[in-house]
């Protein structure tokens, strides 16, 4: 008889992704506040996309080679993706302190380095510990409480930065005070949520013959890096399908989290940083509160995604989820009433939800279980890469092609994302059906066969 994994309650399943939260807040405020901090200490307009590839570089780096050690680690006492969400948030934790402190731009850069590779440490274990820790038909409300948790941790990031600079006055050096409170607000709720999350699960044992394999497993420091080789490999032709379509999108979202803050300036308020300082910090507050709102309607609708998956299919739920963001981001530069920002944003929002859980659902059927963390981080190499071409490429293209300007930015990451939600349509549909013994909120992904 084949063992199965027991099934968690909606609140368990809630408190081991609780730390997904901390990790979320950080990840906002380095979409929202630390290109503003940036501009602050000088950048030009093209300098920004070279200096963001601390985030996607580390991603490359960090996350299949955490995947694989994870997958191949154990620990009675500490568990297996345990120690790395703590390794992880707590250098998050003393990045997010001292980031507000740079006092050059060269410093800002370097913090960022450490803050990225510590949230890679933290974050690529628990897309692994879904699929560790739930059956199968549980899948869909673990990812998609995922996205519900970035959501949230992202929403409050972005709010804080409104909040603070509306109540904190004055400057430190070249960066102003109400940046300091929202960074030391992550550098709380990083190492707190995490620390719920460990407390509250407790990791399932390998059996004797997982146990037996890991201690057969040749070790070295090269041993990680020739397991992510292999299983690319061994890669099952939808993850392949996923990488062109993660082409588009994350270029894409790098794109709008680049220059959201400067196209709002220009829209809305008519500035610039160069040309009125203490209206762009404006905003940049702004600029907060949209993102959060946005990321309000990623957590409002990140469980309503689950039931449309299973009525429509993810691919089908996806398709709907990339239009609806590429139509708001090509309007957003041609809105300069601030509050009608609002209604592009809520698009963006339900797909940002789709962007964060429902890919791993038309994936983690292929993947095999002794591969979880290796196959999970080699989906975050499909994320960092674009990325990369982005920190890479668009410099040259924002300069050259684009006139520097911020709209035209967010109007070509618009286009990316209708070309992400054409890329979709290559992926074999699939379908996410209720499984008859389990309650009706709970999900099962099967593929269904042309």
Same mark, same amino acid.
């Given at each position: 008889?084949?063992?199965?994994?027991?099934?968690?309650?909606?609140?368990?399943?809630?408190?081991?992704?609780?730390?997904?939260?901390?990790?979320?807040?950080?990840?906002?405020?380095?979409?929202?506040?630390?290109?503003?901090?940036?501009?602050?200490?000088?950048?030009?307009?093209?300098?920004?996309?070279?200096?963001?590839?601390?985030?996607?570089?580390?991603?490359?780096?960090?996350?299949?080679?955490?995947?694989?050690? *994870?997958?191949?680690?154990?620990?009675?006492?500490?568990?297996?993706?345990?120690?790395?969400?703590?390794?992880?948030?707590?250098?998050?934790?003393?990045?997010?302190?001292?980031?507000?402190?740079?006092?050059?731009?060269?410093? +800002?850069?370097?913090?960022?380095?450490?803050?990225?590779? +510590?949230?890679?440490?933290?974050?690529?274990?628990?897309?692994?510990?879904?699929?560790?820790?739930?059956?199968?038909?549980?899948?869909?409300?673990?990812?998609? *409480?995922?996205?519900?948790?970035?959501?949230?941790?992202?929403?409050?990031?972005?709010?804080?930065?409104?909040?603070?600079?509306?109540?904190?006055?004055?400057?430190?050096?070249?960066?102003?005070?109400?940046?300091?409170? *929202?960074?030391?607000?992550?550098?709380?709720?990083?190492?707190?949520?995490?620390?719920?999350?460990?407390?509250?699960?407790?990791?399932?044992?390998?059996?004797?013959?997982?146990?037996?394999?890991?201690?057969?497993?040749?070790?070295?420091?090269?041993?990680?890096?020739?397991?992510?080789?292999?299983?690319?490999?061994?890669?099952?032709?939808?993850?392949?399908?996923?990488?062109?379509?993660?082409?588009?999108?994350?270029?894409?979202?790098?794109?709008?989290?680049?220059?959201?803050?400067?196209?709002?300036?220009?829209?809305?308020?008519?500035?610039?940083?160069?040309?009125?300082?203490?209206?762009?910090?404006?905003?940049?507050?702004?600029?907060?509160?949209?993102?959060?709102?946005?990321?309000?309607?990623?957590?409002?609708?990140?469980? +309503?995604?689950?039931?449309?998956?299973?009525?429509?299919?993810?691919?089908?739920?996806?398709?709907?989820?990339?239009?609806?963001?590429?139509?708001?981001?090509?309007?957003?530069?041609?809105?300069?009433?601030?509050?009608?920002?609002?209604?592009?944003?809520?698009?963006?929002?339900?797909?940002?939800?789709?962007?964060?859980?429902?890919?791993?659902?038309?994936?983690?059927?292929?993947?095999?279980?002794?591969?979880?963390?290796?196959?999970?981080?080699?989906?975050?190499?499909?994320?960092?890469?674009?990325?990369?071409?982005?920190?890479?490429?668009?410099?040259?293209?924002?300069?050259?092609?684009?006139?520097?300007?911020?709209?035209?930015?967010?109007?070509?990451?618009?286009?990316?994302?209708?070309?992400?939600?054409?890329?979709?349509?290559?992926?074999?549909?699939?379908?996410?059906?209720?499984?008859?013994?389990?309650?009706?909120?709970?999900?099962?992904?099967?593929?269904?066969?042309?």
């Amino acid at each position: 008889m084949t063992w199965q994994k027991p099934r968690l309650t909606f609140s368990q399943i809630i408190n081991m992704n609780v730390g997904f939260f901390g990790i979320q807040y950080s990840f906002g405020l380095q979409q929202s506040a630390v290109n503003p901090i940036y501009d602050f200490l000088g950048a030009s307009p093209d300098q920004i996309p070279l200096l963001n590839l601390a985030g996607p570089i580390t991603g490359l780096l960090i996350q299949p080679m955490i995947g694989a050690l *994870s997958d191949k680690t154990w620990s009675p006492r500490f568990g297996r993706r345990k120690p790395y969400f703590f390794i992880g948030a707590m250098f998050c934790s003393i990045g997010l302190f001292l980031y507000p402190f740079s006092s050059s731009l060269w410093m +800002a850069v370097g913090l960022l380095w450490v803050l990225d590779a +510590a949230n890679n440490t933290a974050m690529e274990p628990y897309r692994a510990f879904i699929a560790d820790k739930l059956p199968p038909e549980q899948h869909a409300t673990g990812f998609l *409480s995922q996205s519900f948790f970035t959501g949230l941790g992202i929403t409050l990031a972005n709010v804080s930065l409104y909040f603070f600079q509306k109540h904190i006055k004055g400057m430190h050096g070249q960066i102003p005070y109400w940046v300091f409170g *929202s960074f030391f607000l992550g550098s709380i709720c990083s190492i707190t949520s995490v620390g719920w999350s460990i407390y509250k699960t407790p990791e399932i044992p390998p059996t004797s013959e997982e146990l037996a394999a890991l201690k057969a497993a040749k070790k070295g420091i090269a041993e990680p890096f020739i397991e992510i080789f292999e299983a690319i490999k061994d890669m099952p032709k939808v993850m392949w399908q996923l990488a062109l379509i993660y082409l588009f999108q994350w270029y894409a979202l790098f794109c709008y989290w680049q220059n959201a803050s400067k196209s709002i300036a220009e829209s809305v308020w008519h500035t610039s940083p160069s040309l009125n300082k203490s209206l762009y910090e404006e905003a940049v507050g702004w600029t907060g509160l949209v993102n959060g709102w946005y990321n309000v309607a990623t957590f409002l609708s990140a469980f +309503a995604l689950v039931g449309l998956a299973k009525k429509y299919s993810p691919k089908l739920v996806h398709i709907v989820c990339l239009i609806m963001a590429g139509i708001g981001l090509l309007v957003f530069p041609h809105i300069e009433n601030k509050y009608l920002l609002f209604a592009p944003m809520t698009g963006f929002g339900i797909a940002w939800a789709s962007m964060m859980g429902v890919p791993y659902l038309m994936v983690v059927n292929n993947i095999p279980k002794e591969r979880y963390g290796v196959y999970m981080g080699i989906i975050n190499m499909m994320i960092v890469i674009p990325m990369i071409l982005q920190n890479v490429t668009f410099g040259f293209i924002l300069k050259h092609f684009l006139a520097n300007d911020p709209g035209r930015a967010i109007s070509f990451a618009g286009a990316f994302l209708l070309l992400a939600a054409l890329a979709t349509t290559l992926i074999k549909n699939t379908k996410v059906k209720e499984d008859t013994d389990v309650p009706p909120d709970v999900m099962s992904v099967t593929t269904e066969h042309p």
